[in-house]
């Protein structure tokens, strides 16, 4: 069993940055690698960004490819995602989640998920 804790969301105007952290713990963290996907209001699931094991080798959507970084501390059982230059359409629930393979784009590749924290741009 993993647990997964989102945090950092909240409200900001465009031109803004937030940092999202995700708190993991349960099992030996660096086995795994880590995603970021977002649910905005009415839409599916989309994949945001995945990090490697070691964090070496990261992946983007190309909606946040040169804004948005991926990022994790294995000493700290933490992932992060460093959001900068925030858009309205950015604004949904953001879900970390935990998976066995890298890369992986989609909803199926990933077997724990956070409960999401909500990122809300304002225009």
């Known amino acids: 069993q993993v647990h997964l804790v989102e945090s950092g969301g909240g409200l900001v105007q465009a031109g803004g940055s937030l940092r999202l952290s995700c708190a993991a713990s349960?099992?030996?963290?660096?086995?795994?690698?880590m995603g970021w996907f977002r649910r905005a209001p009415g839409k599916d699931r989309e994949f945001v960004a995945t990090?490697?094991?070691?964090?070496?080798?990261?992946a983007y959507a190309d909606s946040v490819k040169g804004r948005f970084t991926i990022s994790r501390d294995n000493a700290k059982n933490t992932v992060y995602l460093q959001m900068n230059n925030l858009k309205p359409e950015d604004t949904a629930v953001y879900y970390c989640?935990?998976?066995?393979?890298?890369?992986?784009?989609?909803?199926?590749?990933?077997?724990?998920w956070g409960q999401g924290t909500q990122v809300t741009v304002s225009s």
């Open positions: 990090i490697n094991w070691g964090g070496g080798n990261t």
């Open positions: 989640a935990s998976g066995q393979t890298y890369p992986n784009r989609g909803t199926g590749g990933y077997d724990y």
């Open positions: 349960g099992r030996t963290f660096t086995n795994y690698a």
